[in-house]
């Protein structure tokens, strides 16, 4: 049974920095491909970044190209944001989603971040 708790969300300043991580509880991590979402209030939940299995290749929305990065290490059966240059619209709950190919998708609770002065 896969359980995904996110960590590290908070209150930060408009242009500070904060690093959000996902946390698996199943051994076979490196099978699955992990993607970070967000959902602002009155917003739909949308695709922040995703990274591959084998880490190899990466893909993000557009407004968040070049302040975000996605990455993983597979022995500490984990996958991060880290995430820079933060804006008052980065503002929402952040979500770990968990998936492989043919198989069950797995959803942690998220993590709620906050850029404001």
């Known amino acids: 049974q896969v359980q995904l708790v996110e960590s590290g969300g908070g209150l930060v300043q408009p242009g500070g920095s904060l690093r959000l991580s996902c946390a698996a509880s199943?051994?076979?991590?490196?099978?699955?491909?992990m993607s970070w979402y967000r959902q602002a209030p009155g917003k739909e939940r949308e695709l922040v970044a995703h990274?591959?299995?084998?880490?190899?290749?990466?893909n993000y929305v557009d407004s968040v190209k070049g302040r975000f990065t996605i990455s993983r290490d597979n022995a500490k059966n984990t996958v991060y944001l880290q995430m820079n240059s933060l804006k008052p619209e980065d503002t929402a709950v952040y979500y770990c989603?968990?998936?492989?190919?043919?198989?069950?998708?797995?959803w942690g609770k998220g993590t709620l971040v906050t850029v404001s002065s």
């Open positions: 990274i591959t299995n084998t880490g190899g290749t990466t």
């Open positions: 989603k968990a998936s492989i190919w043919r198989g069950p998708v797995y």
């Open positions: 199943e051994f076979i991590f490196i099978n699955y491909a």
